[in-house]
């Protein structure tokens, strides 16, 4: 081949190539090897795929499984009756029935006397998910307690109690769960939620909660954000992947909008007519790169503006500095139908199901990232009725919004609008700043190398068997020092 440097620049130029597998090879090996340096001789329980309480469950269920659900718990149990400690991660877009996979692993679980920790991002998010878990599971006699960062602390000393003594079966939290003071008698399964951007180190940390019995507990970590599979080949390679690609049946596409606020008459006319009709609908304000107390103004003065605006529509507020009980209050009368409009901050971005919720009005729709904005949609079309999303924008576009907002109007597939948000933002940003030193490459690009991308796993199998002796001064070569993965 030609080698001047023109051509070698080229990045179809075999030395191009070249350099490109050794780096890709580089983060592969260095994520590999920190997975098996921290669980190298380590065991876990062995769960056995019981049927009983599972069964019970499902029976209690008011639909069937799709085929994409069955087909990843199927992957779960087989980790799970593995001595090998899990660490899997379970991608499923909107509204693909993530819960209810972990749900079943956590029967499974409690059904061997072993406990189960459920981890969520915020207070809300853990309040909502100890809703769901506890009416699914306390009927079928599974013991549930929750363990936030708020608790008055005579209560939390009786949940650290029954944590330690064994009495309860599954424990759901923030990062509370994991302070040193939470004491567990068999934690067997930790599960986390919306917290795949822990770099490497921190998804390999939680073990320690296991450890005082010998045994290192499983980990199934779920997330709502599809990643595109040349970005999970690499930056999670530690992990087995599983993933929920089908919609359960019924599931309306929403209908996504994109209109200047100068419109915004009209906005308030369209929710007047969906909230006469008996339909809910979310109002969402959002203010990136503000701080939390701004955007929680912006959506005080919106609920009181709107109040104006239609004063025979019921509306209620919930922000991320309102006190827990608050939040409760807000969420749980929309849940029931009691409020027509919620005004919220992006704090509902997850977890929250109102399937008769209809209409979602995103305010400043061009300041955020396509992965939120379609985590936001995904509140609206949980149901069979038709739903429909307004993508509220200041003029004038930067080109990137725009085609953001484009690409929102075209598709509600989740995956295809990850590998779009690659592509426009690249991986860095994607997994977020705790993870973006893990994906900073020199000359890769996941975009471009995407079929070398492919032939990764296998070259470093190879390697690992039969020349073992290269991986350190290769991983050196192009990261030097490998805690940068995941290291906050």
């Known amino acids: 081949p030609d080698t001047s440097l023109p051509h070698m620049l080229d990045s179809n130029h075999p030395a191009n190539k070249r350099v490109v597998i050794e780096e890709l090879l580089a983060h592969h090996l260095a994520i590999t090897s920190l997975k098996e340096a921290v669980i190298s001789g380590e065991s876990s329980f062995t769960i056995a795929d019981n049927h009983n309480l599972h069964q019970k469950f499902l029976n209690s269920l008011h639909f069937d499984l799709t085929n994409a659900q069955k087909k990843v718990i199927a992957e779960i149990n087989h980790n799970l009756q593995s001595t090998t400690p899990m660490l899997r991660l379970v991608q499923g877009d909107v509204g693909s029935g993530k819960t209810v996979v972990a749900a079943i692993a956590a029967c499974n679980v409690v059904e061997q006397g072993l406990q189960v920790a459920i981890m969520a991002p915020t207070e809300l998010l853990a309040e ?39 009495k309860c079966n599954i424990i759901i939290g923030t990062h509370a769960l994991f302070q040193d ?81 100068s419109r915004r008459d009209e906005i308030i006319e369209r929710i007047k007519i969906a909230c006469s009709s008996g339909k809910q609908v979310y109002w969402v304000c959002t203010m990136i790169g503000e701080s939390e107390k701004i955007e929680c103004q912006a959506a005080e003065e ?71 904005l379609h985590q936001l949609r995904g509140r609206v079309g949980r149901g069979a009725v038709e739903s429909s999303c307004a993508l509220l924008y200041k003029a004038p576009l930067t080109n990137v919004a725009r085609s953001r907002l484009g690409i929102m109007r075209e598709t509600n597939d989740g995956f295809k609008i990850a590998r779009k948000d690659l592509e426009l933002r690249g991986p860095g940003e994607v997994l977020g700043t705790r993870q973006a ?6 000359v890769a690009d996941l975009n471009r190398d995407k079929k070398l991308i492919e032939l990764i796993p296998a070259i470093s199998g190879q390697i690992k068997r039969q020349q073992p002796d290269i991986i350190p001064p290769l991983i050196n070569r192009w990261l030097g020092d490998t805690k940068k993965y995941g290291d906050v």
């Open 302 to 372: 919106t609920f009181t503006n709107l109040q104006q605006l239609m004063p025979d529509i019921s509306i209620d507020l919930v922000h991320g500095r309102m006190k827990a009980d608050e939040k409760e209050k807000a969420l749980s009368g929309f849940s029931k139908n009691k409020t027509q409009l919620l005004v919220a901050t992006t704090v509902i971005e997850v977890g929250v199901d109102v399937p008769n919720a209809s209409l979602m009005i995103i305010e400043n729709s061009e300041r955020l990232g396509l992965a939120q």
């Open 128 to 166: 909502q998910h100890y809703r769901n878990f506890r009416n699914w599971l306390e009927p079928l006699g599974i013991k549930l307690l929750s363990l936030t960062g708020k608790m008055k602390k005579s209560e939390r000393n009786q949940n650290l109690s029954d944590i330690y003594s064994g």
């Open 437 to 442: 030193g893990a994906i900073d490459f020199h």
């Open 181 to 261: 003071d939470v004491k567990y008698k068999n934690l067997a399964l930790v599960i986390v939620d919306e917290q795949h951007r822990f770099g490497v180190h921190q998804r390999l940390s939680l073990k320690k909660k296991g450890e005082d019995n010998g045994k290192l507990p499983h980990q199934l970590i779920m997330t709502a954000t599809p990643i595109p599979r040349t970005l999970s080949m690499i930056a999670y390679a530690d992990m087995d992947v599983s993933i929920i690609d089908e919609l359960p049946p019924g599931r309306t596409p929403v209908k996504t909008v994109a209109i200047p606020d």
